[in-house]
């Protein structure tokens, strides 16, 4: 499994970014795929998920970006996007797109619950 994140840079406060991850070598549109992300110092921390078609493509987001940023996912592209909107200087961190299968409900915030990750790919916010 490879997974291609790219679209981070740097944004004045309350710009916006659009990340994308490609996936490679799985059945895409089975999995769960997530955003998480990592600034220095801090563990890495759930950001969004969209779960798998079959399980209704439903997405979650942690609260501090809710009304903010927006998942969706191209089964057809096998790539997920993050739109981030309204951007602050504490969402400055790298950017994680992850990938993984069967992860129930309750593990979708769980960086552990994801088998595979992608590089990252860093967004920082100026204020």
């Known amino acids: 499994v490879q997974l291609q994140a790219c679209g981070g840079g740097l944004v004045q406060a309350g710009g916006s970014l659009g990340l994308s991850c490609a996936a490679s070598?799985?059945?895409?549109?089975?999995?769960?795929m997530g955003w998480f992300r990592q600034a220095p110092g801090k563990e890495r921390e759930f950001v969004a998920a969209?779960?798998?078609?079959?399980?209704?493509?439903?997405?979650y987001y942690t609260d501090s970006v809710k009304g903010r940023f927006t998942m969706s996912r191209d089964n057809a592209k096998n790539t997920v996007y993050l739109q981030m909107n309204s951007l602050k200087p504490e969402d400055t961190a790298a950017y994680y797109c992850?990938?993984?299968?069967?992860?129930?409900?309750?593990?979708?915030?769980?960086?552990?619950?994801?088998?595979?990750w992608g590089q990252g790919t860093q967004v920082t916010v100026s204020s």
């Open positions: 992850a990938a993984g299968a069967g992860i129930i409900l309750s593990q979708m915030r769980v960086p552990n619950a994801y088998g595979s």
């Open positions: 070598g799985l059945t895409f549109g089975s999995y769960t």
């Open positions: 969209i779960r798998s078609r079959s399980s209704g493509g439903r997405t």
